[in-house]
């Protein structure tokens, strides 16, 4: 993997928020109709600071979760899709209209009604597969949902390297596809009553070590670069106060994965599913040496998450040909003592990062980011679904 990160040694790279000029996807203006709790919402967003403050539950959270919508096909916080229509409707629609670096239009569109299949349309044409439209629209999103990332079990890291590098590398996702239909397909022959077929077990298990050693080495590689850059931002919010590590740990690094998966099939058919592979790779999160799950604070676990989700950001800008993704962060700032505030304001203001959509219930963050920056921005006021400057 090539060096995303060759200045890794100056720490004010990172805590000034000064990285060299870069060039994004801008989304211009949105049109959401009855998702979540907005029935409607036409805005017209700044090119840089997007703020929205209200109290809890008056919906900032599902604007922000309607922008991530359109980069990733699906909401953040309900994989069910029907779930997302507003209460009492038949259907949602969003709509975002984005200007490329180049000042090239994109419009992206998504409509779904209830018992029918999504549609996703790129300026006005159906998508053939949902695959294709993923990194089209780079995003990363910073919200308290991201304390599974710490709490949850070990699908929750897996699915953090995915969405890193799903957004950057096709391979990768194709892969990550052909290795859970391959791993679906086995675990069917495991269930069965009857002596699975052979030669069908063994077609499943070549494809799954096939694939499965693809999705790792591009794990490791991911993991080894994303390491330095993560640690370098803790400690510019901590200001060097703890140590912190980040472990991949996988079935391939026991040897040839198909070697792995087919030792313990025995096992696996009394289980009745696959007990080795890399859909059970795990990522160690260590404050100092000690699992940060069982020691850290509540303030030093909020800290590891953001540092983790700008690193993701930042790896992703540098991974993706220089294209700043756009940063979504929800509610951040709460159990974080006011020094680490400061810090985070003073990276999130900076020239490092793009346009920026950040919520809050309490103005006075919002008024502290805003002073320090001379940056153009919107602020909006959010209440019961509505949505206003």
């Known amino acids: 993997m090539r060096d995303y990160f060759p200045v890794l040694r100056d720490k004010s790279y990172f805590c000034t928020g000064h990285y060299g000029e870069y060039t994004g996807m801008i989304l211009k203006r949105i049109a959401i109709l009855n998702y979540k709790n907005i029935a409607q919402a036409e805005l017209v967003f700044s090119p840089k600071m997007n703020c929205f403050v209200g109290h809890n539950g008056e919906g900032k959270t599902n604007l ?11 909401s953040a916080t309900n994989p069910v899709d029907s779930q997302n229509i507003r209460h009492g409707e038949d259907f949602f629609m969003l709509q975002g209209s984005y200007e490329r670096e180049d000042g090239e239009p994109e419009e992206v569109y998504c409509g779904l009604k209830r018992k029918q299949k999504k549609q996703f349309k790129r300026n006005k044409k159906d998508y053939k597969r949902l695959a294709e439209h993923i990194g089209l629209l780079p995003l990363v999103m910073v919200s308290p949902a991201d304390s599974a990332l710490i709490t949850g079990g ?13 957004q950057y590398d096709r391979e990768y996702l194709e892969a990550l596809v052909r290795y859970n239909k391959a791993l679906q397909q086995r675990n069917t022959l495991l269930k069965q009553e009857a002596e699975p077929d052979a030669e069908l077990m ?4 070549e494809m799954m070590a096939r694939e499965g050693e693809v999705i790792y ?28 590590g980040l472990h991949y ?37 260590t404050l100092g040496d000690f699992p940060i799950k069982r020691e850290g604070s509540q303030g030093q676990n909020k800290t590891y998450l953001i540092a983790l989700k700008l690193a993701q950001f930042d790896f992703l800008k540098r991974a993706g040909g220089r294209t700043v993704p756009l940063l979504l962060l929800d509610d951040i700032f709460d159990k974080l003592d006011a020094e680490r505030v400061e810090q985070i304001v003073r990276l999130v203001a900076g020239d490092n990062f ?6 809050d219930t309490n103005r006075e963050h919002l008024d502290e980011i805003l002073a320090k920056t001379d940056r153009d921005y919107k602020l909006f006021r959010v209440e019961g679904g509505n949505i206003g400057l």
Request: net charge neutral; aromatic share 12%.
């Open 217 to 244: 080495e591009k794990r490791r590689a991911y993991i080894e670069e994303f390491i330095p850059i993560f640690q370098q931002f803790y400690r510019c919010i901590s200001k060097e106060r703890e140590q912190v």
């Open 249 to 285: 740990l996988s079935h391939c690094q026991r040897g040839p994965l198909l070697e792995v998966i087919r030792r313990d099939r025995d096992k696996d058919r009394i289980m009745g599913y696959s007990l080795h592979g890399i859909h059970k790779d795990e990522l160690e999160m």
């Open 64 to 74: 922000l979760d309607a922008v991530y919508y359109l980069s990733f096909c699906k």
């Open 202 to 205: 063994t077609l499943w298990e």
């Open 354 to 359: 793009g346009q920026i959509f950040i919520t």
């Open 154 to 166: 070990s699908e929750e890291r897996r699915r953090f390297m995915d969405m890193v590098i799903s």
